[in-house]
C-alpha cells in the first residue's frame, strides 16, 4: 500500500469511528432541515440524492420532500473507473440491490443532475471530501462540470469535519458542506 493509500485509509477509519458515534434522530433531524434550507430555494432543478449505507447521514426526507417539483435521481454503478449514473427515484418505487449495498430504481429514466447531494466519509473546512475510495463521484463531478453548471452538496454530520485530508489532484471539491449544525461554505 502506498503512503497516500495508507494515510486515506486511516483517515478513513477515524471518520467512520465519528461518524458512526455522531448518528442520532435528533442530528439527523436538524440536518434534513438544513439541507431543505439549501435545496428549496433550487426546488424544479434535476437533483441527485443517494440511498444511504452503513452509518451515512440519510438525504431521503428531503429528497421526498423535492420529489414533485423536478426530477430526483439516485446513483447506479456503471463499473469500475466510470462516472456514476443517475436513475430516476421516487417515494415509494420498486427499488432493487446494487453494488456496494446501495439500493437502486429497478426502472426508470435517466437523470442528469444539475445539484447533487453527495455522501462522504469525511471532509476539510475548504470543503474537500473523502470519499470510500472508488473515485466515482470525482470522475462524475468532473464530467459534469464539463457540460455546465453544477451544485456539489456534501452531506455529513458535523463530528466528520476533519481539518486535512490527505488529496490527490483528482479529487473534486464541494460547493458546501450541510450538516446537523449549519452550511459550510469554503
Not at 503512503?3 to 486515506?8: I, R
Not at 430526483?72 to 421516487?90: D, T
Amino acid at each position: 500500500m502506498t503512503d497516500l493509500a495508507s494515510q486515506k485509509a486511516d483517515a478513513r477509519k477515524a471518520a467512520f469511528a465519528r461518524r458512526k458515534a455522531a448518528r442520532s434522530a435528533d442530528a439527523d433531524a436538524r440536518a434534513t432541515a438544513h439541507l431543505l434550507s439549501v435545496l428549496t430555494p433550487l426546488k424544479g432543478a434535476a437533483l441527485a440524492g443517494y440511498m444511504p449505507i452503513r452509518t451515512e447521514i440519510d438525504p431521503i426526507p428531503a429528497m421526498a420532500a423535492l420529489a414533485s417539483f423536478g426530477p430526483v435521481g439516485v446513483p447506479v454503478i456503471q463499473g469500475e473507473g466510470q462516472a456514476l449514473k443517475f436513475r430516476e427515484w421516487s417515494p415509494g418505487c420498486m427499488m432493487q440491490d446494487g453494488p456496494f449495498g446501495a439500493q437502486v430504481p429497478v426502472k426508470g429514466v435517466w437523470v442528469t443532475p444539475q445539484v447533487l447531494i453527495v455522501p462522504l466519509v469525511a471532509f476539510t473546512p475548504q470543503a474537500m471530501r473523502l470519499g470510500y475510495g472508488g473515485g466515482f463521484y470525482d470522475r462524475t463531478l468532473e464530467g459534469l462540470r464539463a457540460q455546465g453548471p453544477v451544485t456539489a452538496i456534501g452531506y455529513a454530520y458535523s463530528a466528520q469535519l476533519a481539518e486535512t485530508l490527505p488529496l490527490e489532484d483528482t479529487d473534486q471539491p464541494l460547493d458546501m458542506v450541510v450538516t446537523e449544525q449549519g452550511v459550510m461554505t469554503p
